[in-house]
T-cell receptor, first 117, second 118 residues
Framework: GAVVSQHPSWVICKSGTSVKIECRSL??????MFWYRQFPKQSLMLMAT?????????EQGVEKDKFLINHASLTLSTLTVTSAHPEDSSFYIC?????????????FGDGTRLSIL | AQSVAQPEDQVNVAEGNPLTVKCTYS??????LFWYVQYPNRGLQFLLKYITGDNLVKGSYGFEAEFNKSQTSFHLKKPSALVSDSALYFC????????????????WGLGTSLAVNP
């Protein structure tokens, strides 16, 4: 089945640091990738939708200058949390979908636990 | 606006008993419905989907779901629960309109925590 690799799994860093999270589709071309944020015992909050070769579409209330998304190839999207602060600590999850498979499910990475000290 | 409701925050069942995790939806047009499962500190795994056709959909790990158009429901079921089924379950519906710019966005329920007791 479709595999999405997300790296790193865990990040602990100091306040003010920028953190980059990678999301790779290993065996299919991901024309669309989604970035989610999940708080403890809560649902997924979609942050942005990223289409290969174009600018990401951010959800209302998500700061695009804070959460930089790049989707430069059909197999890689990155989320950079710039100048991270403790309130950015969360579980970030990516998922990927192929434009050619309209009714197929999104395929998820295993998430990144981000802890800002 | 499209929406998904999972009315139960938590469901507890005994191992071996049947389980049901409820989901209702509100969409304009025909719904595309999905169930996902999340284990602790992991991403989501796809279980099953309903797009069209037979109302009873069979998925991974022995799960199934029944699409009920009149009740706008898509409840997840399993005849005999396992302790290993304990996890967080999410229902989702595809955002509309589907053909607008290749929209793949999903509208998510808040999740239901399933605890299967030995």
């Amino acid at each position: 089945g479709a595999v999405v690799s997300q790296h790193p799994s865990w990040v602990i860093c100091k306040s003010g640091t920028s953190v980059k999270i990678e999301c790779r589709s290993l065996d299919f071309q991901a024309t669309t990738m989604f970035w989610y944020r999940q708080f403890p015992k809560q649902s997924l909050m979609l942050m942005a939708t990223s289409n290969e070769g174009s600018k990401a579409t951010y959800e209302q209330g998500v700061e695009k200058d804070k959460f930089l998304i790049n989707h430069a190839s059909l197999t890689l999207s990155t989320l950079t949390v710039t100048s991270a602060h403790p309130e950015d600590s969360s579980f970030y999850i990516c998922s990927a979908a192929n434009r050619g498979q309209g009714n197929q499910p999104q395929h998820f990475g295993d998430g990144t636990r981000l802890s800002i000290l | 606006a499209q929406s998904v409701a999972q009315p139960e925050d938590q469901v507890n069942v005994a191992e071996g008993n049947p389980l049901t995790v409820k989901c209702t939806y509100s969409v304009s047009g025909n719904p595309y419905l999905f169930w996902y499962v999340q284990y602790p500190n992991r991403g989501l795994q796809f279980l099953l989907k309903y797009i069209t056709g037979d109302n009873l959909v069979k998925g991974s790990y022995g799960f199934e779901a029944e699409f009920n158009k009149s009740q706008t429901s898509f409840h997840l079921k399993k005849p005999s629960a396992l302790v290993s089924d304990s996890a967080l379950y999410f229902c989702a519906v595809r955002d509309m309109p589907i053909n607008a710019g290749n929209n793949r966005k999903l509208i998510w329920g808040l999740g239901t925590s399933l605890a299967v007791n030995p």
